[in-house]
């Protein structure tokens, strides 16, 4: 038996009348099988076996004879892995920058163009909205420090403000 078929969990053996029995062996020793169980438990072994060490180890160019090809300094030329865990690759120094927005600079940039829209809008008002709108949103005055200032009922002031925002509103659904 051949080296690689000692480790193995999985052998076919040949009985003394030619046929053949599938084993497998588990923790509490080895299991005879089916022919079609055994199969598919060397396809997965085997798949296993590959994603575990075949991409993994070590690979070196070859020429078309198969024979590993040398540098100017006569070591063999390694080939990258096929397969590398995003661990290793900042272990050795990788940088993995990116051309996409964080989601800081989206949300900040969202915000942004949001906030020029409002402006653009508010700036559609005539100039006694835009004093309105300023003073309670932007100067924080209460609609009662605002119609005292400006000689008008704090009703009046009220129902002038609701039809302010529902034109701003509009701006937004047109």
């Avoid at 000692?6 to 080895?30: A, E, L, Q, V």
């Avoid at 927005?101 to 100039?127: G, H, K, R």
Wanted: net charge negative; with cysteine; proline share 2%.
């Amino acid at each position: 038996m051949k080296n690689w078929q000692k480790s193995r969990n999985y052998r076919k053996c040949k009985n003394p009348d030619g046929s053949f029995s599938y084993m497998i062996k588990t923790h509490c020793g080895d299991v005879e099988v089916s022919e079609a169980i055994y199969i598919e438990f060397a396809k997965t072994e085997r798949r296993i076996e590959y994603v575990e060490h075949d991409l993994k180890r070590d690979r070196f160019l070859k020429d078309a004879d198969g024979k590993a090809v040398l540098d100017e300094n006569g070591v063999h030329i390694k080939l990258p892995e096929r397969e590398v865990s995003l661990e290793k690759l900042i272990e050795e120094g990788w940088d993995f920058t990116s051309t996409a927005q964080s989601p800081e600079e989206y949300a900040i940039s969202a915000e942004q163009s949001e906030v020029d829209e409002l402006y653009f809008n508010l700036a559609m008002l005539d100039d006694n909205e835009q004093a309105l709108i300023r003073a309670l949103f932007f100067d924080s005055k209460t609609i009662r420090e605002y119609a005292e200032e400006n000689g008008k009922s704090k009703s009046s002031v009220d129902r002038q403000k609701t039809k302010i925002l529902e034109k701003l509103k509009s701006f937004y659904t047109d």
